[in-house]
């Protein structure tokens, strides 16, 4: 059965990597798996069609067969779920890789988001410029206790599996604020998942969409 995936016609970003299918590109692209993309505007994500995908308006949405599937981590999971190149088979080991999964959605983004939301939705709020300190702050906060846990090892828990996927994810949209640079640690982690061949083909594939997408009049 073809899966079938749904991006952005144009993505925010531009192409950096950072719209979350990128993060779904990069789980198929490790377990070799084919897949067609659905490219949505704006306005057809908040169209019946695709709310029956995604009830929240959002991309990316999975579809094989009769399964449809919404949320990143969701989605990432069921495709670890089926190789052991993304989960390992040990279940100890499968349980913690689990467990940084959640970590990397639940705990180390959420601050990182709302720095985005800081800079870019509320800056031109009274408030904006006096939030910023507070929320970088809560970032070292997560990366001084993520840098310690991963130390020397190069990834969070043995082979490289769908919690480095997410963290690394997680952790790019650090890169153009300047913070990911104080953490060599976690710089040197990231870069490490960006070598990886299957993100290379994911970004690249992402990076075609927006490149070739018309510029808005």
């Known amino acids: 059965m073809t899966i079938t995936i749904t991006a952005f016609e ?16 990069w789980a198929l692209e490790e377990t070799n798996q084919p897949y067609d993309v659905r490219l949505v505007s704006f306005a057809a994500m908040k169209e019946p069609a695709h709310l029956a ?8 949405t999975y579809e094989e067969g009769d399964l449809a599937l919404f949320e990143t981590g969701a ?3 069921h495709i670890a779920q089926q190789h052991a190149c993304l989960l390992p088979e040990d279940p100890a080991a499968r349980a913690r890789a689990t467990t940084w999964m959640f970590a990397a959605l639940n705990t180390v983004e959420p601050p990182i988001l709302d720095l ?3 800079r870019i ?10 939030r910023l300190p507070l929320v970088a702050e809560r970032i070292r906060t997560r990366l001084n206790q ?5 130390g020397d090892a190069d990834w969070l828990d043995g082979a490289f599996s769908a919690a480095d996927l997410l963290m690394v994810s997680v952790l790019l949209r650090l890169r153009m604020s300047g ?4 953490y060599p640690t976690l710089a040197a ?16 594939a992402q990076l075609t969409v927006n490149a070739a997408a018309p510029m808005a009049g």
């Open 10 to 25: 144009r993505s925010p970003d531009g192409g950096k990597g950072l719209a979350r299918d990128t993060r779904v590109r």
């Open 53 to 60: 995908l995604h009830p929240f308006g959002q991309i990316p």
């Open 75 to 77: 989605i990432v999971f």
């Open 116 to 118: 985005t939301i800081a």
């Open 121 to 130: 939705v509320e800056a031109d709020k009274p408030w904006s410029q006096a």
């Open 146 to 150: 993520l840098s310690a846990r991963l």
């Open 179 to 182: 913070i990911l640079d104080e």
């Open 189 to 204: 982690y990231v870069a490490r998942g960006e070598a990886r061949p299957a993100y290379q083909r994911a970004f690249g």
